[in-house]
């Protein structure tokens, strides 16, 4: 039987990179450095199953390498079980700082095949490979091409690295141990789980997550500070709810009756592991991602079936954000599912964040029960939401200090503003046009009856309402049933 270890007197509970050492007990990371800085050696592989933490060690190799200056360039992509070659090209294109011209994906090959070429050693790291990735056809020079290149690779199967991908060192990553799993679930829940009545509960409770560093993360957030009967149900669900298949590769856990979760300072581990069946979070309403420095996507694709029941979402202070929802690689069918119940989205402070998701993402979400959207501190924002959304229960929209806007919404969304009630807009230095003027699009049909609060503040390169185009003929079309109208200008301003 697991019986949690005692920790000795005055020893304090790992964190940082003592916490990072904690998740790869079996893999000596000064091994894998050394392996990097081999000349000789151009691809390396890094393989365990599902959830024990490859892109977490990934990340932190990508870390020390650009801290030591071992690469002039080091790029990071994301592969995934359906490889989307434009895709993966963008995500490399995007670190390279280079926009693509070219629309096949021929072209795109050899154009960043040539960027690639042109930095002397550049470390390329390919998250989750299921199969062979035919690097040619993304732009990936060859050894023999470019000595400078250098890749590592992940995967959950180590025949698709030796065999497919040609690896030359391999390194497995492996569950924690009993003593390791207790100290990383301990230093995530919280000293409540010491108490009496709950350490037993918890002891179970960690012996169901069987040593992944995902589900240990994951498990423990998701019952910090909550009571004995939620630890009880939790395990009852775990025992019912975990399975491990034939080849012993996966470990699924389901949460039935969470209904609210909370995950911040997340620092050494991805918030989502791929092994979540679709049944996972059946009643999850209430999400909270906060402070993590790590992630670049808050929910990816095969998260969105998965929160179909999702009805508020906060994402604050997360640095490394750059797109909250990805929806690459998914097919059509179910698309009505897809965070169909979402009625709330409130973003704030993500210094990174450029998009909600990708304008020419197909299938698009359908965020048509949304009620409110607040945005704020999002200082790299140059895109609210693609044209193609229409938000027709949406009654507030509050956008503040996303500095990078030129204009707010497009005609066509405007036009799906039914029921909107709230609009503030302020803090944006760019700000040219809060509806854009996209080549002639008739305006007469732009008409916000239901509007009661505007609120217009600090936006410096619009001298006037007039100044933001096509405000004037909607604000004549919407004074009848305006209520209450708070409209400031920048003290600098001369009148209209």
Not at 57 to 66: D, H, N, T, Y
Not at 241 to 251: D, H, L, P, R, V
Not at 299 to 327: A, Y
Request: hydrophobic share 40%; charged share 25%; aromatic share 6%.
């Amino acid at each position: 039987m697991f019986v949690s270890p005692e920790k000795p007197k005055g020893q304090q509970e790992p964190c940082g990179k003592e916490a990072f050492q904690l998740l790869y007990p079996l893999l000596s990371f000064y091994t894998f450095m050394e392996a990097l800085r081999d000349a000789d050696i151009n691809r390396i592989g890094v393989w365990g199953m599902g959830g024990v933490g490859k892109s977490t060690l990934v990340k932190r190799v990508a870390e020390e390498a650009e801290q030591e200056e071992l690469f002039h360039k080091v790029v990071t992509a994301s592969v995934f079980q359906t490889p989307d070659y434009k895709e993966i090209q963008q995500q490399i294109a995007e670190k390279l700082g280079m926009k693509f011209e070219e629309v096949s994906e021929q072209g795109r090959a050899g154009r960043l095949h040539q960027r690639i070429k042109q930095e002397n050693t550049i470390l390329i790291i390919l998250d989750d490979l299921w199969a062979e990735l035919e690097l040619e056809k993304v732009g990936i020079p060859s050894p023999d091409d470019h000595k400078g290149c250098k890749l590592v690779l992940t995967s959950r199967n180590k025949q698709v690295l030796s065999n497919e991908m040609s690896t030359q060192k391999d390194f497995r990553v492996q569950h924690l141990q009993e003593d390791e799993t207790w100290i990383l679930f301990k230093n995530t829940a919280g000293d409540s789980i010491e108490n009496p009545e709950l350490q037993p509960i918890a002891v179970d409770v960690v012996k169901e997550c069987a040593g992944l560093p995902i589900a240990i993360v994951t498990v423990a957030k998701a019952l910090k500070n909550k009571n004995v009967s939620i630890w009880k149900d939790a395990l009852q669900q775990l025992n019912s709810q975990t399975s491990t298949n034939i080849t012993g590769m996966e470990t699924k856990v389901a949460f039935p009756n969470l209904e609210e979760l909370e995950l911040g300072l997340n620092r050494d581990t991805e918030i989502w592991p791929e092994q979540f069946p679709v049944d996972s979070f059946p009643r999850l309403r209430v999400l909270d991602v906060c402070e993590d420095r790590d992630i670049l996507v808050v929910i990816p694709s095969f998260m969105l079936q998965i929160l179909h029941n999702l009805e508020v979402l906060n994402v604050g202070r997360c640095s490394s954000v750059n797109e909250v929802f990805q929806l690459e690689g998914l097919d059509e069918e179910n698309q009505a599912k897809r965070l169909g119940r979402l009625r709330e989205i409130e973003l704030y402070d993500l210094p990174g964040l450029t998009h909600l998701w990708k304008e020419n993402s197909k299938p698009g979400l359908d965020l048509q029960g949304l009620e409110s959207l607040v945005v704020r501190h999002c200082v790299s924002l140059i895109n609210l939401v693609p044209s193609s959304v229409s938000f027709q229960n949406l009654a507030t929209l509050d956008v503040q200090s996303c500095g990078s806007l030129r204009s707010l919404i497009s005609p066509s969304v405007a036009k799906s503003l039914v029921k909107l009630k709230t609009l503030k807009i302020g803090g944006s230095d760019m700000m040219e046009e809060v509806v854009a003027n996209e080549g002639g699009e008739a305006t007469d049909e732009i008409t916000f009856y239901k509007l009661q609060h505007m609120e217009l503040l600090y936006l410096p390169t619009c001298e006037s309402i007039q100044a933001c185009q096509m405000m004037e003929e909607l604000l004549g079309q919407v004074m009848a049933k305006l209520l209450e109208a708070q409209i400031h200008e920048e003290p600098s301003f001369g009148a209209p």
